[in-house]
């Protein structure tokens, strides 16, 4: 593989949701690179022993008529990126 198509694939992050049921950040950055857009935003809470807890985002993709579910392990990276897709996304809805 020449060097080229390595550096090309850096940062790229292949996710499937039959292998994935969660993924991290950087395959919801691969999709958004891609052209996918997020249509909507969920976040759900899951609470562990010893007052441990996480929060998974559910979101909704679209492009060009085609849906994806993604379920993404948030962290503050990720909650900076929805926070901005949330004001647009709210934006849109509030126009139509």
Known sequence: ?????????????????QSEEVTSGDA???M?????QISSIARERHHFSNAR??????????????VKQMR???????????MGSSMRNMSAVARR
């Open 32 to 36: 958004l690179d891609a052209g996918w």
């Open 53 to 66: 807890q996480t929060t998974i985002c559910a979101i909704q993709l679209e492009r060009q008529g085609q």
């Open 1 to 17: 593989m020449s060097k080229t198509l390595i550096e090309q694939d850096e940062g790229r992050r292949h996710w499937c949701s």
């Open 72 to 82: 993404v392990i948030s962290n503050p990276y990720i909650t900076r990126l929805l």
């Open 28 to 30: 919801l950055v691969s």
